[in-house]
């Protein structure tokens, strides 16, 4: 049995894990692969300024940098903004996914030209982060935000029938007015409204978490990992330094 973690990104109780764990049901997956998902110690509240990107990577690092001694053969990140896969790569190598390059990549071989639909417009930078660090920034048509601040912990639980037609109206805004050929929603935690779009819209849907689940399965399949040209290890690793200071971080996410 193949075992892959998944790292959700903030801390969070098991009834709201729960939440993240219902992306497999979105997708097919071999029997022999295991999934378990596991919650950083400590998080940034959004994922808005520098700082918080710095603490994202740092909390996510110290979730999966023993992810090799403890017998998993992948990890995947669970956010869009692939806090943490360029560090982990660095320390593992097991294949490590992130959501975010990973469904550029595959609207790409599906279209010419994508948007992306999310709920907050301040998320903006790391979409355009990884387009540009992918040289693909004249194939991102829009990014249509809903401006809603995002619940990290309960999703989109109960809100179903305020939230579907805003964010159909902006992806078909995307579709007509933009251009866009694929449609990626922007966030992991909007997870719930991919059946909900998918058949309402024209154009191929992305889900970005249960995509990376497929990537995992591929890439164990072909025995493929990332570059260690690409992604050198560091001469003098620092894991327990890092797990002492997560540790103390932990004590103040309240």
């Known amino acids: 049995m193949e075992k892959v973690l998944v790292i959700v990104p903030f801390p969070m109780s098991e009834e709201n894990l729960a939440l993240r764990r219902e992306q497999l049901k979105a997708v ?5 692969i295991e999934f378990n998902f596991r919650p950083v110690k400590a998080a940034p509240r959004n994922y808005i300024s520098a700082a918080d990107m710095v603490l994202a990577d740092m909390g996510i690092l110290e979730a ?3 992810a090799e001694k403890e017998g998993f053969s992948s990890v995947c990140v669970d956010t869009m903004s692939d806090s943490g896969v360029a560090a982990l790569r660095s320390v593992l190598s097991i294949p490590v996914i992130g959501p975010g390059r990973s469904s550029m990549l595959v609207a790409l071989s599906l279209g010419s ?5 999310t709920m907050w417009q301040k998320w903006r930078h790391f979409y355009d982060k990884t387009a540009r660090e992918l040289g693909i920034g004249h194939a991102l048509a829009s990014v249509r935000s809903i401006d809603m601040a995002p619940d990290n912990q309960a999703l989109m639980q109960g809100k179903e029938e305020a939230l579907f037609p805003i964010l159909e109206a902006a992806a078909n805004a995307a579709i007509e007015e933009d251009g866009a050929e694929v449609i990626l929603l922007g966030s992991t935690t909007m997870h719930q409204a991919h059946e909900y779009l998918s058949q309402a819209l ?3 849907v992305i889900n970005p978490g249960p995509l990376t689940y497929k990537m995992a399965e591929m ?8 570059s260690r040209k690409a992604y050198p290890v560091s001469p003098v690793p620092r894991d327990e330094m890092i797990a002492a200071m997560l540790g103390a971080a932990a004590k103040f996410d309240h």
């Not at 097919?28 to 022999?32: E, G, K, M, N, T």
Request: hydrophobic share 40%; glycine share 4%.
């Open 64 to 66: 999966g940098q023993n």
């Open 28 to 32: 097919s997956v071999s029997d022999a």
């Open 113 to 117: 030209r994508f948007s992306i639909v």
């Open 202 to 204: 024209n154009v191929p």
């Open 219 to 226: 890439m164990l399949s072909f025995s493929l990992s990332h």
